[in-house]
T-cell receptor, first 112, second 114 residues
């Protein structure tokens, strides 16, 4: 079936270290891949997206890598801070204006 | 802009009662989405609208669920009758139709059906 999934349900990192959150997908036809962050008691918040014809995109302290060969997506957070503690979801967008399909999420805990 | 506004934030109701969840999207956005979040199933799309018109409601669990968008600034999700298995957090999100990757979510409504 077509789905977006995650390798690890939880991830603990030391403050100041880099974090890597991974995601596997199965739909090769998706146009965009996206990362969202959800803090406790809040709705998901857009972090960064990457188009399927790219393999890397950088934002502020975050980098998304896309490996289409193995259908793998990752989110790298540099110098992780306590405020980065949240659940991170990868999502896919099949084409222009179709809704996002979300994976189950990875909980990131930052240890001070 | 205050962002996507959902009400109520919390709702506790008895099985069999009607529940109405409300959403005010961000002004100017022309796509609106209703998602449901549970621990077991994660974030599931229920229905979405483009320019106030329902496009895909295949995610609506059953006929007990209905959604409307009478105008560009308001949408409702109704459950009648409610059942305990409907307990979840319901999110409304909005975006520009040509930029759905960057959807803005409300704070959600936590529904508990007892």
């Amino acid at each position: 079936g077509e789905s977006v999934g995650l390798h690890l349900p939880t991830l603990s990192v030391q403050e100041g270290d880099n974090s890597i959150i991974n995601c596997a997908y199965s739909n090769s036809a998706s146009d965009y891949f996206i990362w969202y962050k959800q803090e406790s008691g809040k709705g998901p918040q857009f972090i960064i997206d990457i188009r399927s014809n790219m393999d890397k995109r950088q934002g502020q302290r975050v980098t998304v890598l896309l490996n289409k060969t193995v259908k793998h997506l990752s989110l790298q957070i540099a110098a992780t801070q306590p405020g980065d503690s949240a659940v991170y979801f990868c999502a896919e967008n099949r084409s222009g204006n179709t809704p996002l399909v979300f994976g189950k999420g990875t909980r990131l805990s930052v240890i001070a | 802009d205050a962002g996507v506004i959902q009400s109520p934030r919390h709702e506790v109701t008895e099985m069999g009662q009607e529940v109405t969840l409300r959403c005010k999207p961000i002004s100017g956005h022309n796509s609106l989405f209703w998602y449901r979040q549970t621990m077991m199933r994660g974030l599931e799309l229920l229905i979405y609208f483009n320019n106030n018109v329902p496009i895909d409601d295949s995610g609506m669990p059953e006929d007990r669920f209905s959604a409307k968008m009478p105008n560009a600034s308001f949408s409702t999700l109704k459950i009648q009758p409610s059942e305990p298995r409907d307990s979840a957090v319901y999110f409304c999100a909005s975006s520009f139709a040509d930029r759905v990757t960057e959807a803005f979510f409300g704070q959600g409504t936590r529904l508990t059906v007892v």
